[in-house]
């Protein structure tokens, strides 16, 4: 073999060994490309997952807050039309007179503290028992025969309300009730 053929040959197996680095380093590269598309797509699909999810929830808290505007508007007509009653029921209530200022004056009260004297515990806890009995005898509380008072009970409509007193009953208990409870059907039964 001639020296030209060698050469040729040892060219050609050169450029062959090149060929076949770059194939291989080639080969890596469309691995990791095919890898790296595969996760793209794992990716594009569990967003796809997350955007149907997200559009679900939206189409509920859609669904909820047209329940509770509409709930919400009727308890707000059902309290304006007891409000109007009520109203009407007020001003149609007769008109309480005022107490004088006279009338309103203190009555002097007997003191509590008993003068402190020698004597015996008995003698001491009855002067305080008698004081106190006094006491309640002029408050009207209680008759000279020692008996409680029955105090007539105070109007509900027509009076302020005092100063540092709220309204014990719940509103939305007895607003949103559509008819008031019959108790008077069962006997025994009190409202």
């Known amino acids: ?6 050469a040729m040959n040892l060219l050609l197996a050169g450029l062959l060994i090149a060929a076949m680095v770059v194939g291989v380093r080639l080969n ?4 990791a490309l095919k890898d790296s598309h595969a ?5 594009v699909r569990e967003l796809n997952m997350a955007a149907v999810r997200a559009e679900q929830g939206l189409a509920d808290l859609r669904a909820a807050t047209d329940e509770a505007t509409d709930m919400l508007s009727d308890r707000i007509e059902k309290g304006r039309a007891l409000a109007a009653k009520l109203e009407k029921l007020v001003s149609s209530a007769p008109e309480l007179p005022r107490a004088t ?3 309103r004056a203190p009555r002097p009260m007997p003191s509590v503290v008993p003068p402190m004297r020698e ?8 002067k305080l028992l008698a004081m106190a009995r006094s006491r309640l005898q002029a408050e009207g509380m209680i008759d000279q025969d020692d008996r409680p ?8 409509v027509g009076r302020p309300p005092l100063p540092g ?3 014990a009953s719940m509103v939305d208990d007895d607003l949103f009730e559509d008819a008031p409870a019959a108790f008077d059907r069962f006997p025994g039964a009190r409202r």
């Not at 890596?28 to 691995?31: A, D, E, P």
């Not at 996760?39 to 990716?43: D, I, L, P, R, T």
């Open 1 to 6: 073999m001639s020296l030209i053929a060698v």
């Open 165 to 167: 007193r709220r309204i």
């Open 119 to 126: 004597g015996t515990t008995e003698d001491r806890l009855g």
């Open 28 to 31: 890596r590269r469309l691995k």
């Open 39 to 43: 996760g793209f797509e794992v990716a």
């Open 149 to 156: 008072v029955a105090a007539a009970p105070e109007p509900l």
């Open 101 to 103: 200022m006279a009338e």
